[in-house]
């Protein structure tokens, strides 16, 4: 049943230079999007080589995962960003099966207690962040225990995550309240408003151990509610959807929970939910440069720390591969000016686990540039990590490109990345306080 409208509200009021609608903006980024999308580019990245071999197996079904700048004012970059860390010479980093590890954020699937056989066996092996859904949460102290006991047994900074947009994707429902959709807040509140929901929201995450919230959503969407973005999103025009989910970030980080930008490099124009099969994206270099592109500029000029990528395949990228494995995607996203630390979607939605199961999509994503490789399913981890060191160990994936997700992961937990890797990361941070646009009158 189609739930109905939400009540009318009043309409976010434009940001100073974003008032233009929405196809009618300069494409900024389509000389460089062009550039991406031709199909004798040489993609100059890390491990830009196809990797991994393709299989049918492990399918598992997976629920939905799912800086100091003092202005957010959208503004194309004008530097030529250095995304690559700098190696510290005489330096010695951890074995390559603990770097391995080291790039994957797991669930634990049904796991309340950190006593748990699967929470032991992914904390000792050396994961480096755990993903929690509504199969961990009993009561918010429940929850605080099972996140403290985690770190605890892992000895070391380890990422605690979950995925908490408000509306109807929030996996920490019963610790932090139910919550109206980024859609229904867009209509009827102020950014300022929207950043006070999302503080109240970090702060009960934050409360129980989280540090990691996989949103807000920058997707485009203005379609049915219930869509596979839907009312998911703030907003289906860019500036709109640009303000009120850096609003949400700003409101996570002023709790001190990390925020994750989604779905790049947009996932507003498929119908298809990824969860199920893989979609091509047939838009236009000009379209995805004047559109979908704009909200994650925003975020990147803003400091985003975590941007993940989604699992379509985009005819204007790489018409092949999806987004998560793609490493045009990644390439893009660096060109962008991007430093921080990109994550997949999780890798057992059937857009990606149809074609390479979890330990061949580990090393197809941290190949193509992913630094964190998100699954919902722990069960998978210890063949993951082995397929990431027998690919470096058969030369199927640079050791340095592993080195490097390494570190970065590790710098967002708060560990030692030159222990890690030998490389010393710097990674942005949306700090508080981050100042949000002026509406006008």
């Excluded at 509200?9 to 609608?21: D, E, I, S």
């Excluded at 959208?74 to 770097?99: V, Y």
Aim: charged share 20%; net charge negative; hydrophobic share 45%.
């Amino acid at each position: 049943m189609t739930p109905p409208p939400p009540p009318a509200g009043p309409a976010p009021v434009p940001v100073p230079g974003n008032a233009a609608p929405r196809h009618a903006r300069p494409s900024r980024w389509a000389g460089r999007l062009r550039a991406v999308a031709l199909a004798s580019l040489a993609v100059v990245c890390l491990g830009a080589g196809s990797v991994g071999t393709a299989a049918l197996a492990d399918r598992a079904d997976e629920p939905v995962a799912a800086s100091p700048t003092p202005d957010l004012a959208a503004a194309a970059p004008t530097r030529t960003p250095t995304s690559t860390p700098t190696p510290t010479p005489t330096c010695t980093p951890a074995p390559l099966e603990q770097r391995a590890a080291a790039t994957l954020v797991v669930g634990l699937p049904g796991v309340r207690s950190a006593t748990d056989p699967l929470a032991q066996e992914v904390v000792g092996l050396g994961v480096g962040g755990v993903f929690l859904s509504e199969s961990n949460v009993r009561t918010a102290t429940q929850v605080a225990a099972l996140s403290a006991g985690l770190r605890a047994a892992a000895g070391r900074p380890l990422l605690v995550s979950t995925d908490e947009e408000s509306g109807r994707v929030a996996l920490m429902r019963d610790v932090v309240g139910a919550g109206p959709s980024p859609r229904r807040m867009a209509q009827r509140d102020a950014p300022e408003a929207v950043r006070e929901r999302a503080a109240e929201t970090g702060t009960a995450l934050a409360g129980v151990g989280v540090d990691l919230d996989l949103a807000p959503v920058l997707d485009l969407d203005d379609g049915p509610a219930g869509g596979v973005i839907g009312d998911r999103s703030f907003s289906a025009d860019p500036a709109t959807a640009a303000d009120y989910g850096l609003a949400y970030a700003a409101g996570l980080a002023d709790a001190g929970v990390t925020p994750t930008m989604k779905h790049f490099p947009g996932h507003g124009r498929s119908t298809v939910d990824s969860h199920a099969r893989s979609s091509l994206v047939t838009a236009t270099v000009d379209e995805l440069a004047a559109t979908d592109l704009l909200p994650f500029q925003r975020a990147i000029d803003a400091g985003a720390p975590v941007i993940m990528l989604n699992h379509l395949q985009y005819a204007a990228l790489d018409p092949d591969r999806p987004a998560s494995v793609s490493p045009r995607a990644y390439a893009l996203l660096r060109d962008m000016g991007f430093e921080g630390v990109a994550i997949t979607d999780s890798v057992g939605m059937g857009a990606v686990n149809l074609r390479w199961d979890f330990p061949a999509a580990a090393v197809e994503a941290v190949g193509a540039g992913a630094d964190a490789v998100l699954t919902t399913d722990g069960r998978h981890a210890v063949r993951m990590r082995d397929a990431l060191v027998d690919a470096v160990r058969t030369g199927r994936l640079p050791e340095e490109r592993l080195s490097e997700a390494a570190a970065r992961v590790t710098a967002l937990a708060g560990g030692d990345p030159v222990a890690m890797s030998c490389l010393d990361v710097t990674l942005p941070t949306l700090a508080p306080p981050v100042a949000l646009p002026t509406p006008t009158p």
